[in-house]
């Protein structure tokens, strides 16, 4: 199936709590457009991957389940996590991404 991946990049390491997240309900609450729609939707099947390739910077694919064709490109998104759930080494807690875009 062809989708959409969303990639949010981190400018720090993460804790090894956060890294072994892999059920997206556990780590994103929602996805939102900045027309305000809330694209986590819990029967698409999305689901969330990790790299960290680097270290210092992981990046987390969030993968949508929308046709790439019919993807909402020059929107802005937000995600927003589960409280407590993204943690860096020392542990400071991030709440949520800054809007960003274009996707």
Known sequence: ???????????????????????????????NSHTG????????NQSIEWDTTDPEKPILKVYMRYNPDTWHTGFFYQVKF????????????????PLSGPF
């Open 82 to 97: 589960v409280p407590g759930a993204v943690k860096d080494k020392h542990e400071n807690i991030t709440y949520e991404t």
């Open 37 to 44: 729609a809330n694209l986590k939707k819990q029967n698409w």
């Open 1 to 31: 199936m062809n989708a959409s991946i969303l990639l949010i990049s981190f400018n720090e390491e993460l804790s090894e709590d956060t890294l072994s997240i892999t059920d997206i309900d556990q780590l994103i609450t929602h996805i």
